[in-house]
């Protein structure tokens, strides 16, 4: 059994940074690879970066994000971080972590575990 915790998400002004963690719990083998998806009000969620534990290998979303968040992991104390910088206002979101054994994917029903999410509110 694997457990997925966020933290770090709150609310922020335009052009701010947060840094979110997720940590997990249980056995999470090298063989997983551990998510962020987004899903703003009334949207779709949404695929925002993913790495390997192994070997730190990051794949981003599009444009939207990449150069402004950046995914990274500790394997040491088995927690994921995504770091978020320069937010505007559409990056408003509950940020999501998620496991998935094989590798990354940006389908959120591939997923094998699930955290419950943390809040990011970006206003200008």
């Known amino acids: 059994q694997v457990q997925l915790v966020e933290s770090g998400g709150g609310s922020v002004q335009t052009g701010a940074s947060l840094r979110l963690s997720c940590a997990a719990s249980g056995r999470i083998l090298n063989g997983y690879a551990m998510s962020w998806f987004r899903q703003a009000p009334g949207k779709e969620r949404e695929f925002v970066a993913g790495i390997w534990w192994t070997n730190g290998t990051p794949y981003y979303a599009d444009s939207s994000v990449k150069g402004r968040f950046t995914i990274s992991r500790d394997n040491a104390k088995n927690t994921v971080y995504l770091q978020m910088n320069t937010l505007k206002p559409e990056d408003t979101a509950v940020y999501s972590c998620?496991?998935?054994?094989?590798?990354?994917?940006?389908?959120?029903?591939?997923?094998?575990?699930w955290g419950k999410g943390t809040l990011v509110t970006v206003s200008s």
């Open positions: 998620a496991a998935k054994f094989g590798g990354v994917s940006a389908v959120p029903g591939s997923m094998d575990y």
